[in-house]
């Protein structure tokens, strides 16, 4: 089986319901990063940030995945798939993909503020001040804030270095280090961009789909499987 790799951003979320940060009336304009998606601002207000992330949680409950979602499950009977995701909430899983990498974290999870490595699948949506880990440190919210490291970004690039094609959706591509993560996919490797209104700065040569995911995705599966039957 050829290898597909999906890299998704916030847009493949859009038609669910949920925000994207930069479009206008994107979540960034109402909450400013610094304020909610920060080391600094856990320090200074975290009832502020458990705030912002509780409300993010809820809504994750509160919303279906989309037809771009389940596309992408219908190409795993025919392709090696495997989706790297900068989204937080669990969409993709929820609609039945197998193989998702999450590099900006989950808001399924929550961990201790003093031990990175006690992490926690949660299906409340609310944390609270005082909710504690078993090392007695505040619970966090298990997502990558602007300024931190981002862990999972060394295997999202093993993934791309396998891929036959690579499939980007609905990501504005500013973000770094994910958005540099086109220009380790194989030379030889079409890559493809869905999305309404994205400007890549790369290199690569980019066949852009201008248009959303529950849109488009749907379309470039079917068509993908069918070249891959003939
Ligand atoms: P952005 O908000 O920067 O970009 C969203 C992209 O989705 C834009 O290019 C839109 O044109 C596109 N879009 C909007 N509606 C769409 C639809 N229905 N179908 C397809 N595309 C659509 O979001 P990201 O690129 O995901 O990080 O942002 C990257 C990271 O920045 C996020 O993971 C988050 C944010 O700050 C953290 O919080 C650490």
Redesign the pocket.
Known sequence: MRKIVVFT????S??SGIK????SD?L?ENHP?EEV?TPQAWVRNPKLVLDFYNARRKQMHEVEPNK?HYALVDLEKYFDVEIVT???DNLHERAGSSRVLH???ELSKVRSTRNPNLIYTTENWEIKLGDLAEDGAQLRPH????GEQVPQFETAIKITQTADIMIV???????YP?ASLIEYVPFNAPVML?????EPQSRRKIEIIR????EKLPELVKKLISNENT
């Open positions: 951003g916030a847009g493949m859009a038609e994207t940060f930069r479009d994107g960034w990063v998606a771009g900068q989204n937080v590099l900006h974290g997502i990558v804030w602007f959706v609905g990501t504005s591509l500013v973000v994910a869905i999305d309404p209104k994205a248009g959303t995911a529950a």
